[in-house]
């Protein structure tokens, strides 16, 4: 997190000193850069300036509002896997041309949704979604433009939980099938396939895998004389969650796509989250108790797995931060934790720290994707605020959700 750095012993975001937004300010709390979201999407957008791509945003990653205006005014597009991402993408300013619908099972409303407000492309994932589609568009007097993820089982060397391009993963369509589907597409008068979409998993740290997947989807296309508009390649650039981690050079890569794109005299797409979001965001959260254990001592915070899910659904890890430092060190390890009835509420395991006590203030980092976006009211607890800075000037962009209204709702 470039724009993150200590003054002192104070820990800044941009200009604004966390101690001192603490006293007018109650955690948990989400914290975001603004600057760091513009660095991010330029460098990406630098990066692949030879193939100048679509760059859809995956608006799962963080879907709110005013993070995807801020991508949106940059000349960001989304990539969204629900109706409800749908409309908060539109919301926030982006232009339904800019638009690409992904996922496995969109309900029949979803679509009506898609269609109605003429979004760039469909990618459908199973022969029965684009048949579905056909019927609705035809239902609605429209001709609609699709893509179809095609699953090249790829294994993107990541997290079992989060690979998504080999064949046992339950995302895209087999190139078997798709072969087979291509022959009677003629049949259905309604939709026109403008587009092929692949995605085989997310934080991945290397560009083997993408190599791979680009010499697939590239002799499939020849091999099948395709004429398409569109070629989504996904997103799934990993970023450095530890020291010992490298955030993906995607130099090599570029270069692959650039003539990838000029040979087959497609349009690129790409679906980034993580790589434009992930280093953005704190979480910041007070120590409520230190609770001595038999091998090592319980930092219980007020941060719970509802607030972020990563570590118990992922077993991952993101560095945690004294909002104050100091030079003196704890007497044992310990283990951050939260307080939801679950063993899997916790947050990483120090076998030396700085010593904190009671009261004082801590950051989780890198918590920009996948943090409020998998957060939920697990144990009957509120939604926690998310807040944006830019340079010394904060602004609330989701309040903390009152107790009253999540026990009327």
């Known amino acids: 997190m470039q724009n993150l750095k200590y003054v002192g012993k104070n820990l800044f975001l941009e200009r604004v000193s966390i101690q001192n937004f603490l006293k007018k300010n109650k955690t948990p709390f989400y914290i975001y850069s603004e600057n760091q979201i513009v660095s991010n999407y330029s460098n990406f957008v630098k990066t692949f300036k030879k193939t100048n791509p679509l760059v859809c945003f995956a608006a799962k990653s963080n879907s709110n509002t005013h993070i995807l205006r801020v991508l949106g005014k940059l000349g960001a597009g989304a990539d969204v896997v629900s109706g409800g991402e749908l409309l908060k993408a539109l919301k926030a300013g982006i232009k339904p041309k800019k638009i690409v619908f992904s996922g496995v099972g969109k ?57 998504t391009g080999k064949a046992d993963n339950k995302f895209g369509l087999s190139i078997k099938n798709f072969k087979s589907f291509l022959k009677e597409m003629d049949r259905f008068k309604n939709i026109k396939l403008e587009a092929l979409s692949v995605h085989i998993g997310s934080q991945i740290l290397h560009d083997g895998p993408f190599k791979k997947t680009l010499s697939v989807m590239n002799n499939l296309i020849k091999e099948l004389k395709l004429n398409i508009k569109y070629v989504d390649l996904g997103g799934g650039f990993g970023i450095n969650y530890s020291d010992k981690e490298k955030p993906i050079n995607l130099n090599v890569y570029a270069k692959l796509v650039s003539n990838f794109a000029r040979k087959l005299k497609c349009q690129i797409i790409f679906e980034p989250g993580r790589s434009l979001i992930g280093n953005t965001g704190l979480l910041v959260s007070k120590i409520h108790y230190i609770k001595r254990g038999l091998n090592k001592n319980f930092i219980i915070l007020d941060a719970g797995m509802n607030d972020f899910m990563r570590p118990a659904l992922y077993d991952a890890f993101h560095k945690i931060i004294p909002v104050t430092k100091n030079s003196s060190k704890m007497k044992s390890a310990i283990e951050f934790v939260g307080p939801i009835c679950e063993s899997t509420c916790k947050f990483g395991i120090y076998k030396t720290y700085q010593k904190i006590k009671e009261n004082d203030f801590v950051a989780i980092t890198n918590v920009g994707a996948y943090g409020s976006s998998l957060s939920s009211n697990y144990n009957t607890r509120p939604l926690i605020a998310e807040i944006l800075i830019n340079k010394n000037k904060s602004t609330y962009i989701r309040k903390k959700q009152s107790l009253k209204k999540l026990i009327n709702s």
């Open 107 to 163: 309900s029949e409303e979803e679509l009506k949704i898609a269609i109605s407000k003429k979004i760039l492309l469909i990618n459908c994932e199973s022969e029965s979604e684009a048949k579905l589609i056909n019927t609705l568009a035809k239902r609605l007097g429209k001709k609609v433009d699709i893509g179809f993820r095609l699953n090249p089982n790829v294994d993107a060397k990541t997290h079992k939980n989060i690979s």
